[in-house]
């Protein structure tokens, strides 16, 4: 396993981190996953014993039982919590009562609390919000986030599905209060849906935020089991029952085409290339996958060792660019004479 630095931190992580939505299978989340104990304590100990350090679940995940799952799992097998890097997320609703959601100082106090005894530990490594509260102000929620932090319950904060504008505007309130920032990113990124390269990737890349893709397969649809004829795929499969998140699927049929040619040439499986591409990319620093079984788990973990040309790289790049929008364009044209001076 390979490692990366999480941002503007000392901290290395590894390249791949484990997903926990397939934990639970409680009401909805039976679509994604239903592993129990037994089963999740194999494909942590599997994850582990490979080099996986970093570990990611949320407190709507089956409704806190992947939390509660992944918490027994360590203790069940022993494993040393100083190896382990663990995430979760706030946000979501964890109750009936009106302030069981969002991001106030009130809802992530009692959010953390929960996770906390859901886990089984004494601290979480990183705490993600997990999108935007449109009620609540980032001057009410960086406050909540530094107050967990200094009480030790939280060692570093991230944030996921909020547009670029707002990371920088609550980093800054941060900044200016000597608060903690936001150091990491979790966003959905894959071949087939680039989007975030537009603003999210730029921002990253300029502050040094580490990036966890989630859904780097586009919900399976990027192992290449669905059929263009039919739109299904053979057996289970998450995206026969619930699908999302959106993706151009006769684009994405064509891409698969060009993904299974390259699979072959290296003897590896489509999802492993579709791994391997964000892998070789410079703003990712951990893919997060999540999995329903352990050769599914091992089948991942073997992307870390596919290495694509610069040829083959190029060739997915092209077939899945993203349109150039306003002012995108703009500033390439204004700057193409400043990036080669004219005598």
């Known amino acids: 396993m390979e490692y990366s630095i999480l941002g503007n931190t000392g901290v290395w992580v590894s390249k791949i981190c484990l997903g926990t939505m397939t934990f639970g299978g409680v009401n909805f989340w039976e679509t994604i996953g239903r592993l129990q104990q037994e089963e999740v304590n194999d494909l ?89 509260d449109v009620i609540t102000s980032y001057e009410e929620t960086m406050r909540g986030l530094e107050d967990i932090v200094r009480s030790g319950k939280v060692r570093y904060i991230g944030c996921s599905n909020i547009p670029a504008w707002q990371v920088m505007k609550a980093n800054g309130i941060s900044e200016r209060s000597g608060w903690t920032r936001f150091i990491a ?21 300029s502050e040094n935020l580490a990036l966890m893709p989630w859904s780097p397969l586009a919900g399976g649809f990027l192992a290449g089991k669905f059929k263009r004829e039919s739109g299904k795929a053979e057996g289970e499969a998450r995206r026969n029952t619930f699908d999302f998140p959106p993706i151009d699927k006769e684009k994405t049929y064509t891409l698969l085409e060009k993904m299974t040619d390259i699979s072959c040439q290296h003897n590896a499986s489509i999802a492993q290339v579709a791994l391997a591409w964000l892998l070789h990319k410079r703003s990712v620093t951990s893919v997060i996958i999540g999995a329903r079984s352990k050769d599914q788990l091992l089948d991942n973990l073997k992307s870390t060792d596919l290495k694509l040309s610069t040829e083959e790289m190029n060739v997915l790049d092209e077939l899945t660019a993203i349109a150039m929008d306003y002012p995108h364009w703009m500033i390439e044209r204004q700057n193409t004479e400043r990036l080669q001076p004219q005598g």
């Open 44 to 132: 942590v100990r599997t994850a582990f014993d490979e080099g996986v350090n970093f570990i990611d679940t949320a407190n709507i995940y089956s409704e806190g039982k992947s939390e509660l799952l992944l918490g027994n799992a360590i203790r069940l097998l022993d494993l040393p919590r100083q190896q382990l890097f663990i995430a979760t997320k706030v946000r979501g609703r964890t109750g009936k009562g009106p302030n069981q959601v969002g991001l106030s100082r009130l809802h992530i106090m009692d959010a953390v609390n929960d996770s906390l005894a859901r886990l089984q530990m004494d601290h979480i490594d990183l705490l993600y919000i997990h999108g935007v």
């Open 185 to 205: 990113l979790q966003y959905y990124y894959s071949l087939a849906t680039r989007d975030i390269e537009k603003e999210i990737i730029p921002m990253a890349e």
